[in-house]
């Protein structure tokens, strides 16, 4: 699952992305717009350390998400091709959008127009890739190439990206409309950048109160398809992140801080991705797995091996309220909190599953 980390020249996407990773990737100005940089972040979960103090594992694995930091994205750079910041976010999953709000100058006016025109350049370069595709499709459709299959499947699509284009030409971004699940998968494989979910990362100075205030009214004001928006103090928090943690604590606390943004962010687009964890605990790991919301129990036990999904049994599974309720698999078995889940069950976040499998 790749989240990518879009924005204008300079608002401090680097250093929002150093701060999300714990890299130390150089920041400035001027950094290449050709290299994307990368980097696997572990999702904070309390409760992971709340069933290690519980099961006394000799691991714990975090969920994870991957962060891509591209080049800046200046105005008009949609309209070209080898925009290679645009390009490198295509096959992301979902937008993580930087905006700079460290500035004296900073108001919600200059924050709103600094993502309009973000937005403008994933409605430009949408446009450009629906365009061509409309155009090629045309031409087959007419020319009635293909089977009858076929022919009706390029129809279809047709259909689909003319309703899109007409938002694009409304200038509004394509997440905002519904779609099918099967159109969903179309929309990704053309990698359009406007359909992704996305989020807004406002990036605030050191002083986080008149940032955050800043941002609250930004994001009480602009169209309704407006993003979520979380304000940040990157730089901060990238040399936060630098620290030791014991060193880091200390520093925290004397600024009076008692949350790192970074991780709400982290915990954010994950939910932006549409993934929950569910949990598996034992003596020897305490481990979040990801899954699709939706996903059932079958899938979960893919997620962990392809065996436990071939030999199947069942789940057994306890909400992880409940388990930590009773203490522990015995007790939660004994008061009828620990259920007994067959493949097509539907997994929820939290849920501390148990596979019996046999192959
Ligand atoms: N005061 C302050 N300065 C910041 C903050 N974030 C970034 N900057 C400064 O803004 C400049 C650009 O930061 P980067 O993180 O490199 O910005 P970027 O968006 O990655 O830039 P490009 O990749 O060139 O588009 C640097 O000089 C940073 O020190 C912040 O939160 N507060
Ligand atoms: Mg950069």
């Given amino acids: 699952m790749e989240i990518g980390i879009a924005g204008p020249p300079g608002s401090g996407k680097t250093t929002v992305f150093n701060a999300l990773s714990r890299s130390h990737v150089q920041v400035g100005r001027f950094s290449s717009a050709q290299e994307a940089h990368r980097a696997v972040v572990k999702v904070p979960d309390p409760r992971l350390h709340i069933l290690a103090q519980m099961f006394k594992p ?3 694995k975090p969920a994870e998400v991957q962060y891509v930091d591209v080049g800046g994205l200046a105005k008009g750079a ?3 091709s080898a925009s290679a910041g645009l390009g490198q976010l295509r096959t992301v999953d979902a937008l993580i959008m930087v905006l700079a709000a460290f500035d004296a100058s900073a108001t919600p006016d200059s924050l709103l127009a600094d993502l309009d025109s973000l937005e403008s350049e994933f409605i430009l370069s949408d446009l450009a890739v629906i365009e061509r595709r409309v155009d090629r499709l045309d031409r087959e459709v007419r020319m009635g190439a293909g089977n009858p299959a076929d022919r009706q499947q390029k129809a279809h699509e047709l259909a689909l990206l003319r309703r899109l284009k007409e938002v694009l030409d409304r200038a509004e971004p394509l997440r905002t409309i519904p779609v099918e699940p099967e159109e969903r998968v179309l929309l990704r494989s053309f990698g359009l950048l406007s359909a992704k979910p996305a989020l807004v990362i406002a990036n605030v100075g050191d002083d986080l109160d008149p940032g955050t205030r800043l941002v609250a009214e930004a994001a009480a004001r602009g169209p309704s398809w407006k993003p979520d928006m979380l304000a940040i103090a990157g730089r901060l928090e990238m ?7 014991s060193e880091a604590e200390e520093f925290m606390a004397a600024m009076g801080v008692t949350e790192l943004a970074a991780d709400r962010v982290i915990q954010a687009s994950y939910r932006l991705l549409d993934l929950i964890s569910f949990l598996t605990a034992g003596p020897d790991e305490v481990r979040a797995w990801t899954v699709r919301r939706g996903a059932t129990a079958l899938d979960a036990a893919a997620a962990i091996h392809t065996d ?3 030999g199947f049994i069942r789940a057994e599974v306890v909400p992880y309220p409940d388990l930590v309720d009773t203490a522990g698999f015995p007790e939660a078995r004994r008061r009828g909190k620990l259920r007994s889940e067959g493949k097509q069950y539907v997994v ?7 596979i019996l499998f046999n192959v």
């Fill in 308 to 310: 436990l999904a071939r």
């Fill in 78 to 80: 949609g309209l070209e």
């Fill in 239 to 245: 040399e936060l992140a630098e620290l030791d943690p």
């Fill in 58 to 60: 000799k691991s714990i």
């Fill in 348 to 354: 929820q976040d939290g849920d501390v599953i148990n």
